[in-house]
């Protein structure tokens, strides 16, 4: 004949409270961020249709929303002219400055696709780092997005507007490149800097 023996009372509340723990840390897991405030004004990305960077900047500024996208100059040379344009430095990228209530508004402009996001959280852009992407669109000649993930020498600038700024030397295509990475915005920037102006951080 079998038996069994009943666990005690308190055994039973132990292993209801691991149950209850467990789920809740799955829960945490699971649960998404949204760093979008009621009342402060916070950076953040969006993603456009192709070569509606400037249309989109146009009417999300008609709308009273802040909003930014580093352009760069350039030249191009036709048989009886030149001509001299501004093309967006990350094609596909607006930045918007808003509050949560603004948020709606900007994914009803026409040619935005939809909010950048870091998995599935929303996380804002330290207002120092667009600071940073702008000095650098205004700072710079040359400027261009470093398509694959590069490592090099630690170094720092110490010549010009932006002195202070870290970043590493690398070499592409035969020639040494001052490279910067903006963490947040998800990007490396390959400025054309002379090397004395680059001190080493090794």
Same mark, same amino acid.
């Given at each position: ?20 723990a ?17 009342? *402060? ?19 999300? @500024? ?9 352009l760069?100059?350039? @030249? ?5 002219? &030149?001509? @001299? ?13 808003i509050?949560?209530?603004?948020? &709606? ?19 804002? &852009? ?14 710079f ?8 993930p ?17 970043? &590493? ?14 963490d ?7 400025? *054309? ?10």
């Open positions: 004949m079998g038996f069994y023996r009943r666990e005690s009372t308190s055994t039973l509340e132990i292993k209801r409270g691991l149950v209850m467990l789920r809740s840390k799955q829960l945490e897991n699971n649960k998404t961020i949204n760093q979008l405030h009621e009342t *402060e004004y916070r950076w953040f990305a969006v993603y456009t249709k192709y070569k509606a960077e400037k249309y989109v900047l146009d009417h999300l @500024t008609r709308k009273g929303i802040q909003a930014y996208v580093p760069l100059n350039s @030249t191009k040379r036709y048989a009886s002219k &030149i001509k @001299t344009y501004r093309k967006p430095l990350i094609n596909c990228y607006v930045f918007v400055c509050t949560k209530s603004e948020y &709606i508004q900007v994914l009803e402009t026409e040619y935005v696709i939809k909010f950048l996001k870091q998995r599935r959280d929303l996380i804002a &852009i330290p207002e120092e780092e667009i600071d940073t992407l702008r000095k650098i669109v205004g700072e000649e040359g400027v261009t997005v470093v398509e694959d590069v490592v090099g020498q630690p170094v720092e600038l110490i010549h010009g507007n932006l002195t202070g700024l870290k970043g &590493i030397v690398t070499e592409r295509k035969g020639k040494k490149e001052f490279v910067v990475t903006l947040n915005i998800g990007f490396q920037m390959a400025l *054309e800097v002379s090397i004395d102006h680059l001190r080493s951080l090794q």
